[in-house]
Every structure is written in structure tokens, then in C-alpha cells.
């Protein structure tokens, strides 16, 4: 089993639609959680961390269940330019970063 | 641009032979962290250094090394390429070891082609 699993997608969407991301982890000890987005043949860039309180960042909502150890993304009134993979990535303590595979989102007009 | 920068952006290697790929890491950064990405995968960590000394290691074999120099800048050299070493190679620093409320910022990455 992965250490964090993610639905491959791809999701494709109308703009202005909203639109949720899962991931499951399998570590409890697991400390840190992030969003990390990735372009086409580009490298991660840290979207937005993820706390237990939940966290909004504009259009962008993340929230965290610690007990079924389960992180969700959810992004409102879509843009084209939202196209691209979003990463769950987990931690724990001072260990490196641990990335589901990522689902992809086509975000269409 | 995160600061963090990688060379080469593309590589072609035979099978057997060796590469060593470089990472410049964001200034007033001391760790460096290591991942292979291939296609359609997430990124998977090979290793981490902390201020010149390996902090961690992911499930790959020995013939992946590291170095990191005193100006944070690091080295990964894969020795016996085999063609499922073909993946984006990709370069991280932060100001501390992951796992922390760091942000690690990520450079653009390697693509290395094993023929």
C-alpha cells in the first residue's frame, strides 16, 4: 500500500466550477501536511499547507480529519490556469517529504 | 524563481555508465534534499543532507550517492544506470531539515533519458 494515495484523475471541469481533491495517508505518526502543484514538466511549488483547524487561501479551501487520516482540497470557481497536478505531500518529524502521485485537473472553457 | 537551480536541464546517458547531476540551493539554505520522479508518478525522496552529512535516506540502492559542499551546493551520481533510472531528478532546499514547518523550494529539475 502507498504511503499516501491520491485518485490519478484526470478531472475535467467547466470554469467556474468547483471542484475536490482527496488523499489518504497511511502513516499516523504523520506531522506535516501540504499542497504542492505541478505544471506540465515543471517542478512542485507549494500551494498551501494543510492544518487541523482547516485553512482558506482565496479559492482554495484545506481541511485535514487526523482520525481517518484523510486530507481534502477544494477549489472554487475554477480558472484555466488551474490546470495542472495537485500533490499530497505528508510528513513526520524531520523526514522528507512524502508525495502521493498526484491528480490532475483540466480545468476546460 | 525559488533560487534553486539544477544542471544540467537534460541528459542522455547509456546503460552502465555514470552521471552526476548538480544542485545550487537558495541562499541561506543548509539542507538539500533529493527526489526521482518518474512519469506519471509522484516525486519519491532518494536522500537528504543537513549541513554536509547525509540526514535521511529513501528505499534506493547504493550505487545513488550524494555530497553537499560547504556552500550548501550538492551533488546526486548515479553509478550502473539501468533504463529505469530515466525519470526527472529533482533538487530541494530549505532552511532546515524537511518535515519542519519549512517550505522546501524546489528547482527545475534534471530529466535524465537512459538509452
Request: proline share 5%.
Amino acid at each position: 500500500r502507498k504511503e499516501v494515495e491520491q485518485d490519478p484523475g484526470p478531472f475535467n471541469v467547466p470554469e467556474g466550477a468547483t471542484v475536490a481533491f482527496n488523499c489518504t495517508y497511511s502513516n499516523s505518526a504523520s506531522q506535516s501536511f501540504f499542497w504542492y502543484r505541478q505544471d506540465c514538466r515543471k517542478e512542485p511549488k507549494l500551494l498551501m499547507s494543510v492544518y487541523s483547524s482547516g485553512n482558506e487561501d482565496g479559492r482554495f479551501t484545506a481541511q485535514l480529519n487526523r482520525a481517518s487520516q484523510y486530507i481534502s482540497l477544494l477549489i472554487r470557481d475554477s480558472k484555466l490556469s488551474d490546470s495542472a497536478t495537485y500533490l499530497c505531500v505528508v510528513t513526520a518529524g524531520r523526514r522528507a517529504l512524502t508525495f502521493g502521485s498526484g491528480t490532475r485537473l483540466q480545468v476546460q472553457p | 524563481e525559488t533560487g534553486v537551480t539544477q544542471s544540467p536541464t537534460h541528459l542522455i546517458k547509456t546503460r552502465g555508465q555514470q552521471v552526476t547531476l548538480r544542485c545550487s540551493s537558495q541562499s541561506g539554505h543548509n539542507t538539500v534534499s533529493w527526489y526521482q520522479q518518474a512519469l506519471g508518478q509522484g516525486p519519491q525522496f532518494i536522500f537528504q543532507y543537513y549541513r554536509e552529512e547525509e540526514n535521511g535516506r529513501g528505499n534506493f540502492p547504493p550505487r545513488f550517492s550524494g555530497l553537499q559542499f560547504p556552500n550548501y551546493s550538492s551533488e546526486l551520481n548515479v553509478n550502473a544506470l539501468e533504463l529505469d533510472d530515466s525519470a526527472l531528478y529533482l533538487c530541494a532546499s530549505s532552511l532546515e531539515p524537511s518535515g519542519a514547518k519549512t517550505e522546501a523550494f524546489f528547482g527545475q529539475g534534471t530529466r535524465l533519458t537512459v538509452v
